[in-house]
């Protein structure tokens, strides 16, 4: 088996894995958020899709780390370890922005307000996949 290809499937697929369940957790959050304003007579925003769909960008981050890995000329099992460790972080990065949307959609529906507050730590959990996709590439070189 090529470790170099198996480290850039794995890239991919543990990132969109952390995306799965981060969409998981802050879509059911605005679900629920949304059948809150419906039962109260309240507007429902429109706007809490935006949490729900945020942590989708780190499947397109393990994308990218996968198409530069595919060809790269490292050593396979430093492609494997990096693989490995870059799509954890973006996993678990995905993974707490999903909890952090799911919190924001909770207070923007319930209060109305505070929608830069909450999409600004939505956007400092994404940081970290953008650290580990951009280290990533430059380890590559």
Same mark, same amino acid.
């Given at each position: 088996?090529?470790?170099?290809? @198996?480290?850039?499937?794995?890239?991919?697929?543990? *990132?969109?894995? %952390?995306?799965?369940? /981060?969409? &998981? =957790? #802050?879509?059911?959050?605005?679900?629920?958020?949304?059948?809150?304003?419906?039962?109260?007579?309240?507007?429902?925003?429109?706007?809490?899709?935006?949490?729900?769909?945020?942590?989708?960008?780190?499947?397109?981050?393990?994308?990218? @780390?996968?198409?530069?890995?595919?060809?790269?000329? *490292?050593?396979? %099992?430093?492609?494997? /370890?990096? &693989? =490995? #460790?870059?799509?954890?972080?973006?996993?678990?990065?995905?993974?707490?922005?999903?909890?952090?949307?799911?919190?924001?959609?909770?207070?923007?529906?319930?209060?109305?307000?505070?929608?830069?507050?909450?999409?600004?730590?939505?956007? @400092?959990?994404?940081?970290?996949?953008?650290?580990?996709?951009?280290?990533?590439?430059?380890?590559?070189?």
């Amino acid at each position: 088996m090529n470790l170099g290809m @198996l480290a850039t499937a794995l890239a991919m697929g543990i *990132a969109a894995i %952390g995306s799965a369940i /981060g969409i &998981g =957790i #802050a879509g059911q959050a605005a679900i629920g958020a949304w059948k809150k304003c419906y039962l109260s007579n309240k507007a429902a925003p429109f706007i809490l899709s935006v949490f729900a769909g945020a942590p989708l960008t780190q499947t397109i981050y393990g994308f990218l @780390l996968m198409q530069q890995m595919r060809s790269s000329t *490292a050593d396979p %099992g430093f492609l494997l /370890g990096l &693989g =490995i #460790a870059s799509s954890l972080a973006m996993a678990f990065s995905a993974v707490f922005q999903g909890k952090a949307g799911a919190a924001g959609a909770d207070a923007l529906a319930e209060s109305g307000k505070g929608f830069s507050q909450y999409i600004t730590v939505v956007g @400092l959990c994404e940081t970290v996949a953008l650290f580990a996709l951009v280290f990533s590439m430059v380890a590559l070189g």
